[in-house]
Antibody, heavy 119, light 113 residues
Framework: EVQLVQSGAEVKKPGESLRISCKAS????????ISWVRQMPGKGLEWMGR????????SYSPSFQGHVTISVDKSISTAYLHWSSLKASDTARYYC????????????WGQGTLVTVSS | DIVMTQSPESLAVSLGERATVFCRSS????????????LAWYQQKPGQPPKLLIH???TRESGVPDRFRGSGSGTDFTLTISSLQAEDVAVYYC?????????FGQGTKVEIK
């Protein structure tokens, strides 16, 4: 059974750094990309970027380029989303999703990680 | 980036009646060599992650009831729920995956009238 299990909720202050995780199981991790999607409170879905675990090649939405970093650790089948300096506007739920590659949809999703940034 | 525009923002339909959601893209999503449209539909129920319903604009995922139907090509797409059930109350999103940057529509909230 394909599963994407995300790390737990986080409460941080503006300016702090954060890394959240997405652990995959039930399939060959290197054969699929991982995408990250933001959902701000009461709002819609925003695609942030994706990573190919094979070579760590990444692609970001211009809206998120330079503000977040996506990485992977193939040895533990885990993808990460990292902020070096959080803003209050980063408060949202973040989902990871399996991605079958170029020209493909997101077929399995994690449960989401709620990130709250508040002074 | 390709812009996806959904309509309406919300709709209320009686149980057993048809619900129709529209999605328009700012450029064609048709990949002519294989005659496939790179358009997916997702369902998100309150407190849950999105669930993939349809890919290639009209191919239902395994286990998705056949009352859900996707149609359209090029820039204009439709998700139809032929006979709305109580468990279909959700927000529905279209997503294009033609471009390097994937984008979602803003979502359509489907409720029971």
């Amino acid at each position: 059974e394909v599963q994407l299990v995300q790390s737990g909720a986080e409460v941080k202050k503006p300016g702090e750094s954060l890394r959240i995780s997405c652990k995959a199981s039930g399939y060959s991790f290197s054969n699929y990309w991982i995408s990250w999607v933001r959902q701000m409170p009461g709002k819609g879905l925003e695609w942030m970027g994706r990573i190919d675990p094979t070579d760590s090649d990444t692609s970001y939405s211009p809206s998120f380029q330079g503000h977040v970093t996506i990485s992977v650790d193939k040895s533990i089948s885990t993808a990460y989303l990292h902020w070096s300096s959080l803003k209050a506007s980063d408060t949202a739920r973040y989902y990871c999703a399996r991605d079958q590659g170029l020209y493909s949809e997101n077929d399995f999703w994690g449960q989401g990680t709620l990130v709250t940034v508040s002074s | 980036d390709i812009v996806m525009t959904q309509s309406p923002e919300s709709l209320a339909v009686s149980l057993g009646e048809r619900a129709t959601v529209f999605c328009r893209s700012s450029q064609s999503l048709l990949h002519s060599p294989i005659n496939k449209n790179y358009l997916a539909w997702y369902q998100q129920k309150p407190g849950q992650p999105p669930k993939l319903l349809i890919h290639w604009a009209s191919t239902r995922e395994s286990g998705v009831p056949d009352r859900f139907r996707g149609s359209g090509s090029g820039t204009d797409f439709t998700l139809t729920i032929s006979s709305l059930q109580a468990e279909d109350v959700a927000v529905y999103y279209c997503q294009q995956y033609f471009g390097t940057v994937r984008t979602f529509g803003q979502g359509t909230k489907v409720e029971i009238k």
